[in-house]
């Protein structure tokens, strides 16, 4: 076997390893498992590194099984939370591990053939009939409260100046090793894989493994680190919020921007977690940032490759496009392209004014859409001597004295874009 826990290392994708674990992935195939609890219905960036960890198994020759915990987001992880979490209602549960599934199945066929296919599950389905005094009495008892009472998860909200940890959220811990014994019992997994704030729920799993099994039973863990900003700030929210893995919640070009506003320490860090580029390309393009930043050679690679692998060459190409209408040249042409929510994240922040259709019906004259119909200038004297500068555009296309504004120059029949100079940009809505 190729060693997997090397190429992780040097992505910086490894926090803590239980010793034996690099040996059993180059010793064989090995069936690993990562989980994601259901707490919406699609997953957000933060996401993608336990998504890319599953690609890169099934990579290398191992086997991954994705589990979606619509028992476990029946109580909620306490892991780096200082509150409880509000239980999810049945209906909108089941919403979300469908949601949680579709978006997972974009990125990892788990309709293969292959001998390491990948497998998903839900563990619902092993812990709907389980009463709680069979769990209790099957899984509680091997498991000490004092054990329990170690982990950091635990410690922290006992000691926190909240109102501590509900027994719910205290077993959280159990249903979660229940499920590594579980997967290890029906399907031979051996490892789990997580943040590194689950190091004490998968550990817990690593004990029930050996103790509900016969003297000899192995089980490993390791975590990646949480992913931060070099500012400390937490990573995957913009002022808008998270930016999530759905292009109905978070725009291609929102999600493209995104990367491609990453700052260059960031940017050096992210290339080589969220990409599968090779070692020496991703050291080539750190080199070239070095020597010319600001071309934003690494920012713009990175962009470019989480998003065809996230929405598509094809999605990708039209983010581009709908870059360089507001930064590049563009034509009109390109701006009637963009669709409707793509053309207001674009502009989004620019001035807006609205208009009446009807005001179009005969055309409508140049000089007073720039002044009295939309306050885009302050009169019709500086809007005729813009226009005598040539600095004024209408729908990215240089315009003069005696043009008129028609229905014809609407984009996606409701937008009209004003330019004055290069940034100066003001859009009209057509009502």
């Known amino acids: 076997m190729k060693n997997i826990v090397a190429e992780l290392q040097w ?15 180059l010793k064989e195939m090995t069936t690993t498992y990562i989980g994601f609890d259901p707490t919406s219905d699609s997953l957000h960036i933060g996401s993608l590194v336990p998504i890319i960890l599953l690609v890169h198994l ?34 909108t549960l089941n919403h ?6 579709r978006v997972l199945s974009r990125f990892i066929d788990f309709n293969s053939t292959a001998e390491n296919a990948p497998v998903l599950v839900n563990n619902y389905d092993w812990m709907k009939n389980y009463s709680f005094i069979d ?73 029930l493994v050996r103790r509900m099994n016969p003297e000899g039973a192995k089980a490993f863990a390791m975590t990646c680190p949480l992913i931060t900003k070099a500012d400390g700030s937490k990573f995957g929210k913009s002022e808008g919020g998270n930016i999530w893995l759905d292009a109905d919640k978070t725009s291609v070009y929102k999600f493209y921007q995104f990367w491609l506003n990453t700052t260059d320490v960031d940017a050096e860090k992210y290339i080589k977690i969220f990409t599968f580029l090779d ?33 598509s060459k094809t999605e990708l190409d039209k983010a581009i496009q709908a870059s360089n209408i507001l930064f590049g040249n563009a034509s009109a042409d390109d701006l009637k ?22 005001d179009l019906e005969n055309g409508m004259d140049i000089v007073l859409v720039l002044n009295e119909k939309s306050g885009f200038l302050k009169s019709n004297g500086e809007a005729r001597r813009a226009l005598q500068e040539n600095s004024i555009s209408v729908n990215k296309e240089k315009v003069g004295e005696g043009f008129t504004l028609t229905k014809n120059d609407l984009i996606n029949n409701q937008f009209v874009l004003l330019q004055r100079g290069k940034k100066n940009y003001f859009v009209l809505r057509v009502c």
């Open 337 to 358: 392209q963009l669709d409707e929510s793509t053309f207001l994240e674009v502009f989004d922040g620019v001035p807006q004014a609205k208009i009446a259709r009807t």
């Open 58 to 91: 099934g990579r290398f020759g191992h086997k991954p099984i994705a589990l979606v915990g619509g028992a476990t987001g029946m109580i909620g992880d306490p892991s780096g939370k200082s509150d409880e979490r509000n239980l999810l209602d049945e209906t």
């Open 135 to 207: 769990f209790a009495r099957e899984v509680g008892k091997r498991i000490t409260v004092n054990y329990m009472m170690a982990k950091d998860s635990v410690k922290k909200r006992l000691s926190g100046e909240g109102e501590g940890m509900s027994f719910t959220e205290f077993t959280y811990q159990l249903i979660q090793g229940y499920d590594f014994y579980h997967l290890h019992k029906h399907y031979n997994c051996l490892l789990q894989m997580g943040g590194s704030d689950q190091w004490g729920n998968i550990t817990t799993g690593t004990e």
């Open 11 to 25: 992505r910086g994708l490894v926090h803590d390893m239980m010793p034996g674990t690099e040996e059993q992935l």
């Open 279 to 311: 070692e020496a390309t991703i050291n080539q393009l750190i080199e070239e940032h070095q020597a010319a930043p600001h071309l934003r050679v690494l920012q713009r690679r990175l962009a470019e490759e989480v998003t065809t692998f996230v929405h």
């Open 96 to 101: 979300n591990v469908e949601g949680i599934k």
